[in-house]
């Protein structure tokens, strides 16, 4: 007899009919009740034991964690809190799970102590709730794109462009670095080396997108992405995914467009998916900021905020703009801020951003056309000469979420950059060819998807929002 899903019994699957349930056991309470769960819902099925029809012996090996297969009737639950329940007539113990080394008990567990364990935190109720939610969005990223005539994109992972300058790159090799060949220099001779030149780890698809996008039209990425950036933030991940749309013939408005549209839509498509888990984990949050001053805690629940981000339109402001509102700022003044905001071109520091979403505007803000400055050297430039059509969304509790720009399609234009930002224009033969050949104004963005499962899932530490993170220090897994 084959099994079926709990999320299926739950809905009345078999109902009143002899069904078979697989799973791991949450509880085994009074030797009568065991809460089932298979990791299809966040709902475990309730398992009803007659004592007699049992040995004891068996019945002792059922603890927290064990995976089981039960088969009864599944009938109309009379307890409260579950509509089915099974009446168990046949009871198979898979593996067991002694109390005694099980770290996964059913209480209450830090995220820290979870972390260490991340091989079985996903047995927990909230991680199980986290990457379903996780798993949710990842298809609604290819389902927005796919309806909407994107293509697939699937950007290199070793890379022999280092000129993207997104951030510290991890450098591949295929050298015995004990004992490495040298040129007549004394450096290292990248030439033996297994591609013939020095090679890195992708910080972003970008620019090898842009050159699909200049055939395919509208284009995305959707892969892993990696920074040796050694800062041990909550938002910043050694290994992460991210979602890289480029489009051919749209400007800076249409991009924003786009970058709202696709961030509501696959928000509402898990708002409507994953009802149960995201009920789940707008308690949790709840519960956690019971535990923090009154002035940290957020005046929405997670339910709120995220019916609030479908609800309203993102806020456009300029980085002129910003800079006054920053300038004029109560932390500004106070020299409450870390950086101080004085002067127009300065970068802005994520407390910056935060004090704009958070304490300024109250919602999501689109900030655009940065001082040309602080950008890469691929984003247009404008009329003032000064600034370039770039623009970051930013998120309330997340900060930046996405980064992207309309790009120079003016060859004359965007050698002229590369040359004054004194990067090696050999190197780009490929990327500047794009613009030589029909060359079209285009533009794309890049969202970092475990900052969009942050804020879907409500947690506030990106490292318990991917399955095995990569940081400083710890690649364990
Ligand atoms: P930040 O200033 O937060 O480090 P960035 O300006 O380096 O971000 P971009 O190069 O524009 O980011 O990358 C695009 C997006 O990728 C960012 O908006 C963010 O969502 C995500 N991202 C960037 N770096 C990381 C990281 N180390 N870990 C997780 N996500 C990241
Ligand atoms: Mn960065």
């Not at 329940?85 to 209480?107: D, M, R, S, T, W």
């Not at 290292?188 to 910080?203: A, P, Y």
């Not at 509501?264 to 888990?277: A, E, G, H, N, P």
Request: charged content about 30%; some cysteine.
């Amino acid at each position: 007899m084959k099994h079926t899903k709990i999320i299926d019994l739950l809905s009345g699957k078999g109902l009143l009919h002899e069904v078979k349930a697989k799973g791991w056991v949450k509880t085994f309470r009074n030797n009568q009740f065991i809460a089932l769960n298979d990791g299809s819902t966040i709902n475990n099925l309730q398992c009803v034991i007659d004592l007699d029809k049992f040995p004891a012996e068996q019945l002792k090996k059922i603890h927290t964690g064990a995976a089981i297969s039960v088969r009864g009737t599944l009938i109309e639950s009379k307890g409260a809190g579950q509509s089915v329940e099974i009446q168990v007539e046949h009871l198979k113990i898979y593996g067991e799970a002694n109390p005694e080394e099980f770290p996964i008990q059913p209480k209450k567990h830090s995220l820290e102590f979870l972390r260490e364990n991340a091989h079985l935190r996903i047995r927990t109720n909230v991680f199980g709730a986290i990457m379903r939610v996780r798993s949710t969005l990842a298809f609604a990223v290819h389902k927005y794109f796919q309806e909407n005539g994107f293509f697939y994109f699937n950007a290199p992972i070793i890379t022999g462009s280092d000129a993207e300058g997104a951030g510290e790159m991890f450098r591949v090799t295929a050298l015995d670095l004990n004992n490495l060949p040298k040129d007549e220099e004394g450096k290292v001779d990248v030439r033996e080396d297994f591609f013939g030149k020095t090679t890195n780890l992708t910080v972003s698809g970008q620019l090898e997108a842009e050159t699909y996008a200049m055939a395919l039209g509208s284009v995305y990425t959707f892969g892993p992405t990696f920074r040796a950036e050694n800062s041990n933030t909550s938002r910043h991940l050694a290994e992460f995914w991210m979602i890289e749309p480029e489009v051919a013939f749209i400007n800076l408005d249409e991009n924003m467009d786009l970058a709202e549209d696709f961030i509501k839509y696959v928000i509402r498509y898990t708002l409507d998916k994953c009802k149960d888990d995201l009920v789940f984990l707008d308690k949790r949050l709840t519960e956690e900021e019971k535990n923090k001053p009154q002035a940290e805690r957020s005046d929405m629940s997670l339910l709120n905020k995220l019916n609030f981000v479908l609800d309203n339109n993102f806020k456009r402001v300029s980085y002129t703009e910003a800079i006054d509102i920053l300038k004029g700022s109560k932390p500004n003044r106070n020299k409450k801020f870390k950086y101080l905001i004085e002067d127009w071109g300065a970068d802005l520091q994520s407390e910056h951003e935060r004090y704009l979403v958070e304490k300024h505007f109250k919602c999501p803000v689109i900030l655009f056309d940065y001082p040309a400055d602080i950008k890469a050297f691929y984003m247009r430039m404008n009329e003032d000469g000064k600034t370039v059509r770039a623009m970051d969304i930013l998120f309330p509790g997340i900060g930046e979420i996405v980064g992207g720009s309309q790009r120079e399609e003016r060859y004359d234009v965007l050698l002229e950059k590369i040359r004054t930002m004194g990067i090696d224009e050999k190197e780009l033969w490929w990327y500047l060819d794009t613009r030589k050949f029909g060359t079209a104004p285009h533009s794309g963005f890049g969202l970092g998807f475990e900052r969009l499962v942050l804020f879907v899932t409500g947690m506030t530490n990106i490292r318990d929002v991917i399955p095995f993170p990569r940081t400083p220090q710890n690649a364990e897994f």
